[in-house]
């Protein structure tokens, strides 16, 4: 349909009809206000304005969504996993994968996949210290990139008196207010509760 907008919106909130999308949102809204499922349509959306804060807030403020809770936003990628309706309500779970070796990599993405098919629970956002992002873009999940611990020994210009353990905390810290994350959770055979955590996300089990 001419001028509706795309999940690429542009800040400056315009569609291609040069209606803005703040007013175009709330048109929707009002329509939606009318007719059944009015929340499920408002989703769909403040899902379709990925790239408008202010068209995402009028969405939010006239139906008392809360679209920027801890079970992160609409607007983070799932990944290529899992599909379907309720998937913008799905908590985001930053997993650290900082200090994993690149031979065994491809098998721990390959283990969050794994518990993201059979929990259907969670969606990811991984944490990598190396060259490691042809591996995630497989499987379609947001990455984020910290200083390994042998760059910042072996690059002095990068290092303050803190010390890379501050860094990366500080590094933890921004990511998980970053993505609004329900979790931040070093991901490895040396960490079980994360795999008891993402079990939990899950449907209950007898």
Do not use: C
């Not at 309706?85 to 390959?110: F, I, K």
């Not at 990068?158 to 994350?181: F, P, V």
Request: proline residues 5%; glycine residues 12%.
């Amino acid at each position: 349909m001419a001028g509706t907008p795309s999940s690429g919106t542009s800040g400056s909130g315009k569609s291609g009809s040069g209606m803005s999308a703040e007013r175009l949102a709330l048109a929707l809204v009002r329509r939606a206000r009318r007719v059944p499922r009015a929340e499920a349509a408002a989703l769909k959306v403040a899902s379709s304005l990925r790239g408008n804060q202010l068209a995402r807030t009028a969405v939010s403020r006239a139906f008392d969504m809360d679209l920027e809770g801890i079970g992160g936003t609409v607007f983070v990628d799932g990944g290529n996993l899992l599909a379907g309706e309720g998937l913008d309500n799905v908590p985001v779970v930053v997993l650290s994968l900082v200090g994993t070796p690149a031979d065994l990599m491809e098998q721990r993405l390959e283990e969050i996949g794994q518990e993201q098919l059979l929990t259907g629970g969670f969606r990811p956002v991984l944490i990598i210290d190396g060259d490691h992002f042809s591996a995630v873009r497989e499987f379609g999940w947001p990455v984020e990139l910290v200083l390994s611990r042998e760059q910042w020994d072996s690059e002095s210009h990068l290092r303050d008196e803190s010390g890379w353990d501050a860094y990366l905390t500080r590094r933890y810290q921004a990511i998980r207010r970053n993505y609004r994350a329900a979790a931040l959770l070093e991901f490895g055979p040396e960490h079980p509760l994360t795999l008891t955590y993402l079990h939990s996300l899950g449907p209950a089990t007898p």
